[in-house]
């Protein structure tokens, strides 16, 4: 009974992660298949025919795979950099200086969280069309570039950066901005590589938004490449997609072992000390 | 940098409803060393932050080397600040924390930026600040320490970093919050001698907070006792200690606490305690009820006088403390200082007399503010 109880949390959570990881291999098991196979419902890992090859080369010579992939990166990148450049002060101010309204601030940063994409998609839509900025990589980024959640993690990790440091640097003359980026956020690097992990991942995945403003399948990201891609196919070659699926997701992997243990720390530490 | 004096006019701060500070007027002279004392939530640190220019005051005006700096960055105004948790740059080794405030004010901030700053700042400049953090270093002893990271360091070395950090730009004064407070007792001793000694070597003035009696007394030139947002009295530690101004300063000063005993002034100006004359006099206008203050060492044991049930004595090594109580009021609790070898010649119930040298004694009227005595003829019954 003792070793059951002992053993319970970890059948519960290898249960979790089957669930979690059996469409990834499916994909992966799918991409190696021959069309034959595509259907076969066994796990087994070593399909009959072994079709990786062409399946992968199908995959990246069908459609500018590469040009996917670099305008993703373009996307995800001008993304996170502006969300850092504008949530970092305002988390600073935030977290650390008085000001009148400050409480009212916080707590429309907290209700902002709250409101989904898609309650906005209209009015941006047609923002962007009047000003004929749709079908362009600015019209994919610009609704992500103030991020609330952002502001919202590095408050809290910056809350429990200590004052007397802070008073010490505006007593030895640094400036806000300083006091800002060379210190703060200086102490908090596991938040931004979590929050870096959590923007990139969310952004290179995104179809929804991509979709609505670009129809030029040479600014598309990688899920809506994918999307043109398996039109092209008319759904017939699985192999084929899934072999994309797994290349565009493989760098998204990459990204988070890279920066795993940071991205642990950034989430666990954000909480209440 | 010369000394500079520092002077606060009618400073008054309020946080909410609360006023934490009400009009401060105090003068600090050049190279002096003062201490801020008192308990929690006196007003203390935030009295030491307005100086800082960390917090601003409601009203009043602060002035350094006769400038006023009221409006003033805390950068500009050349002071130097030591902080209860030491507030070291985590990230920066130990000679880049005591280069920084050097670092701030002698390089562009181009020059300051990593990595392009190599190239942007004169080769003169950087030597400079590097003879200085050594110069820093070697006074208090951490030179061998300069390439850790204060993360590294015991409390006893990252509080002399930040004194050295402190002392590398010769400000025109030291700030220190409590500086000591977060160190073990053997070694806060032994900071507190080389505190003193240091502001003997620089000759700077000083600005202490402490809650410890014992530390403003043992260092300061000058101590200035808090209580409620207002100084309570401001004079030397002997002068504190000898006639304070109000039963606040004479309940704070001193180990063991004073001993104070209810007492009476009569119409005509004598003073009364349990029913008894005690050969000292009042000012008629001060008649009523009025609390006299003991010092342990004035209470000596004699054959007669107030009998005192002795209920525990704690020996101290050169002193020993004896505690009893009041026969004629067994609510009062008093507390003798007796030299180690002194009989305590208690009797079968443990019962003692004491008196006590009139010209020792303190008075405080019923606002808490000392009275002037004087010794009368008439001895006591």
Known sequence: MARLRALLPNIILASGAFVVLLPFYWMFLTSIRSPAEIFDVSLWPIPKVFDAGENYARAANQVPMARFMLNGVIVCLGILIVQVLTAVPAAYALAKLKFPGRKLLL????????????????????????????????????????????IFLFHQSFRSYPDEIIEAARMDGFSEMEICWGLVLRGSLPSLAAFSVFSVVAHWNDLYWPMIVVTDINLAPPPLGMLFFSDVESGANYGALMAGAAIITAPMLVCFLLARRHFIAGITMTGVK | MTPQSLDLTGIGKGFGADDVLKTIDLSVRPGEFLSLVGMSGCGKSTLLRIIAGLERPDRGQVSIGGTDVTETDPSDRNLAMVFQSYALYPHMSVRQNIATPLRMRRLSLGAR???????????????????????????????????????????????????????????????????????????????????????????????????????????????????????????????????????????????????????????????????????????????????????????????????????RTEMHGADRFVHGHLLADETQHLTLRLSAGEQLAADADGIIHISFAAGRAHLFGADEARIATSLTERAAA
Not at chain 1, 112 to 138: D, H, M, R, T
Not at chain 2, 114 to 128: F, T, V, Y
Not at chain 2, 233 to 251: F, H, I, K, N, S
């Open chain 2, 113 to 311: 930026m990593p990595l392009i700053g190599r190239m942007m700042s004169s080769a003169n400049a950087l030597q400079e600040i590097e003879a200085s953090v050594m110069q820093a270093a070697e006074t208090l002893q951490i030179a061998h320490l300069l390439d850790r990271k204060p993360a590294q360091l015991s409390g006893g070395q990252r509080q002399r970093v930040a004194l050295a950090r402190a002392l590398v730009r010769s400000p025109a004064a030291f700030l220190m919050d409590e500086p000591l407070s977060n160190l073990d007792a053997k070694l806060r001793a032994h900071m507190r001698d080389e505190l003193a000694a240091l502001h003997r070597r620089l000759g700077a003035t000083f600005i202490y907070v402490t809650h410890d009696q014992v530390e403003a007394m043992t260092m300061s030139d000058r101590i200035a006792l808090m209580s409620e947002g207002r100084i309570e009295q401001l004079g030397t530690p002997d002068e504190l200690y000898g006639q304070p101004a109000t039963l606040t300063v004479a309940r704070f000063i001193g180990t063991p606490s004073i001993n104070l005993l209810p007492v009476e002034i009569g119409a005509e100006g004598v003073v009364r305690l349990f029913g008894q004359d005690l050969p000292i006099a009042a000012p008629v206008r001060h008649a009523g009820p009025a609390t006299l203050g003991l010092r342990a060492e004035d209470l000596t044991i004699t054959s007669e006088g107030l009998p005192l049930r002795v209920f």
């Open chain 1, 107 to 150: 707590t429309l940063v907290i209700a902002a969280l709250c409101v989904p994409i898609q309650a906005l998609a209209l009015p941006l839509f047609v923002g962007l069309a009047k000003l004929e900025l749709l079908n362009s990589y600015f019209a994919m980024m610009a609704p992500f570039f103030l991020s609330v959640f952002a």
